[in-house]
């Protein structure tokens, strides 16, 4: 086991990705903080039913004093935090749509939850991995920020802020130990993604570019989340895994 007495939290895990990673973070020993504005019940339940061990709480990740809340219980229940994963975000919900259709709430709600909640997570956990001499931070971002994409403009800009934010918290937090790294996921097939309309074709054109011609799921980035969690990437920092079958080269 990788992460044993490791403690991780992980927003936006009641469901799709994230709740992947909390049961692939626990199955390496991990005592895991599951964060949601849905709630995470049915992932902890599948965590300790697995001998692992795993709670969950309520958090937007976009207002500050659920993210100093979500800190507080992980080291009330589990001891402290190593492991955060910013994996929260404002994305299957939002459609398709020409950047001349967007509205400014839709604009400003994905900069809130997608940037904001990135860095008030960041901003809650640093003191918390500092008590325990540091520790690894995650973040989710999407290859869509380096490919350039048409029709999401609000949710590339946000995640092209993830990249260059975990660049920079990288060189900051540095002298404390602590790691940033992001990882860059291709269109994978979480529980929403695979009920959006037309998902099957625009799938197979992603799938008919790529080296790697194959559907991405969400097993395929459980590796490189627990790579970057684990002592195995201990002098990495500030860079992003780019995990989608090899599309950004097309
Ligand atoms: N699935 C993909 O194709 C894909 C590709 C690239 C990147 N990503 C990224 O991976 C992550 C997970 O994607 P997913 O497919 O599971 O998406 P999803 O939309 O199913 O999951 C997002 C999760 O974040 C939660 N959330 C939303 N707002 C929140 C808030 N304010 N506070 C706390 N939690 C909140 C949602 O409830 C949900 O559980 C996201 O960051 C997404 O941008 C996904």
Redesign the pocket.
Known sequence: MKLKEKVAVI????????AHFAVGLAEEGANVLV????DGGEVVQRINENGGRAAAMI????DEKDCNKMIETAESLFGGVDILVS???????LKLQSMMDITVEEWDRTMA??IR?VWFSAKAAIPAMQKRGGGSIIN?????ALIGVPMMLH?DAS?GAVLAMTRAMAAELGDKNIRVNAV??????????LKREGIAERNSSIVNKRPLKRT?TPEDLIGSVVFLASDASEFITGQTIIVDGGSVMR
């Open positions: 927003t936006g895990a009641a469901q799709g990705l994230g964060a949601d504005i849905l958090c937007d990740v976009s994996n929260a975000a404002i994305f299957s919900e939850v997608n909640g989710i971002a999407t290859n869509r949710y995640k860059a996921p291709g269109l994978t097939m979480s529980e929403q993604v991405q």
